[in-house]
């Protein structure tokens, strides 16, 4: 095994337990996933994010086919296509956090854009995030609603299930997932009170700046 995917299968674990430990899933929900040079790491399905074992971790081929570890998360269609649709992307992450998947779940969260500019570091590192329509999770019926959302967009909604984010590090991943929950908390907060959101003009800047 090369030094790079010993070093990322460690980070992976450590980064799993961070999100459980701070309550960003819970039980066995959400998955993981990391590009290698020869393919992708992946958390294995029904695992803890709070409990993986390094060793254990399920290997795939740059195909997405599995070569090795425990059986893996069955959301790889899901994984795959935002790698596909994003080649500048290192890591992919999918939590069922509780305040973006109850997003996910309003009648009137806008399908274009769920999460508000309330904040420039939203902006920064997460963008625009737009609402995929339902598909039963783990189905490969969510490819092309990826393929069509992900091109422009580092992180969507799964309509009534969570948030998947991407970046181009399996870290920056972490970091946008967590900005993201932590975004959609303030709009719950907010939600009764008048708020003032960034305009147009400072979010294209924001966008510019930080590509
Ligand atoms: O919601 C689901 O069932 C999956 O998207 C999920 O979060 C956990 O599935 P596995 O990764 O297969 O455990
Ligand atoms: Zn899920």
Known sequence: MTLEEQQLRDEFCRWGESLFRRGYTAGS?????ARLTDGFLVTPTNSCLGYLDPARLSKLDAQGVAVSGDVPT???P???AFYEARPQAAGVVHLHSTYAT???CLEDTDPDDTVPPITPYV????GRVPLLPYTHPGSADVRPLVLAKAREHAAVLLANHGPVVSGR???DA???AEELEETAKLVFLTKALTVRQLDAMLVAELQT???
């Open 209 to 211: 700046r930080h590509k």
């Open 102 to 104: 109850a997003l996910s």
């Open 78 to 80: 899901l994984h795959m």
């Open 174 to 176: 972490v970091f946008a």
């Open 123 to 126: 902006v920064m590192r997460v």
């Open 29 to 33: 929900s959400g998955n993981l996933s």
């Open 74 to 76: 069955k959301e790889i």
């Open 169 to 171: 590090s399996f870290r």
